[in-house]
């Protein structure tokens, strides 16, 4: 057995522990519970059930933001343990009307699940989406060097693990809640990597979402003197965002910051500026 395919059965063995753990009776309160919603904030995406892969659930959702030039856009992957969930919960991490306005288009996707592959086999599968996206650039008017990837617990380890693997086609990565497992990301984060921000809610004792799989990642960026801003709620380690500002701004404004966009509230853009410009000096 290589060290790769052994750290990759390593990664669906713990991982299947999240999907253990969000199953759980003790779990069903958590805010990252995958039941579908859309609020007001979300409207009607402009495209909807976009197949970008031949498998069950590999669908997205598009909304187009209003601008005369190409521009970025920001994909989400929902949580839910790799075994539920819905494109639908995009609500609670972004805002797309805020998004839309703001001059940056967003997608949604829906994946396979658990019961179809292994948890290797859907990171994998998600990652059709990157090229799917940068093949319709020109009709959908997006800007292919300013892609982006987030996501909330599962959806954050897919979101790393594609902005790691893609580093040359995603330019930042938005994480929410991540989740046990992390660890196994960690040897795929290089100085390549593009920057990332995270907003990890949960204090210590929280065995899904502990605060100790963001510092993990923080650690990992901070080696390579690649930029990665962590955030917390107040019940861990990390600073609460800045000046009363929520998850919601803190993430859209870091975003706008490295796409090289102009002030949050107009829907102008400018060109991006060379990553390097994002990254902090490697420390010696």
């Known amino acids: 057995m290589t060290a790769t395919t052994y750290r990759w059965t390593s990664l669906s063995a713990i ?12 779990w069903a309160s ?24 031949k498998l069950e659930r590999q669908t ?4 187009k933001a209003d601008a005369d030039g ?25 805002r797309v009307d805020e998004y839309l306005k703001n001059g940056i288009s967003c997608i949604s996707v829906s994946y396979p699940f658990s019961d179809k592959l292994d948890i290797p086999s859907i990171c994998k599968e998600c990652e059709r989406v990157i090229p799917f996206v940068r093949s319709k650039a020109k009709e959908w008017n997006i800007d292919p060097k300013r892609i982006g990837v987030s996501g909330c617990s599962a959806g954050a380890i897919i979101a790393f693990w594609i902005g790691t693997q893609k580093s040359d086609e995603v330019s930042v990565i938005g994480a929410t809640q991540q989740p046990l497992g992390t ?18 809610q949960d204090p210590e004792k929280n065995k899904l ?9 923080k650690d990992a960026y901070a080696k390579h003197g690649v930029k990665c801003q ?7 380690q990390f ?31 400018i060109e991006a500026p060379p990553r390097s410009e994002h990254q902090p000096k490697k420390m010696e």
């Open 15 to 26: 991982l299947l522990g999240v999907v253990a753990l969000t199953c759980s009776p003790t």
């Open 30 to 53: 958590d805010p990252t519970d995958p039941t579908p919603q859309r609020t007001e904030r979300t409207p009607p995406p402009a495209m909807s059930d976009v197949a970008y892969g």
């Open 60 to 63: 997205l959702d598009f909304w």
């Open 70 to 94: 190409p521009t970025p856009v920001m994909i989400y992957f929902h949580g839910g343990g790799f075994k539920k969930g819905s494109k639908k919960q995009i609500s609670r991490d972004i």
């Open 183 to 200: 660890v196994l990301l960690i040897p795929h984060i290089t100085a390549k990597s593009p920057p990332c921000i995270i907003y990890q």
């Open 209 to 217: 979402h502990g605060p100790v799989n963001a510092q993990l990642i």
């Open 230 to 236: 962590v955030y917390g709620a107040g019940t861990n």
């Open 239 to 269: 600073d609460t965002p800045p000046d009363g500002k929520d998850k919601f701004s803190i993430m859209m404004e870091f975003y706008m910051s490295t796409w090289g966009m102009a002030e949050s509230g107009t829907n102008r853009t």
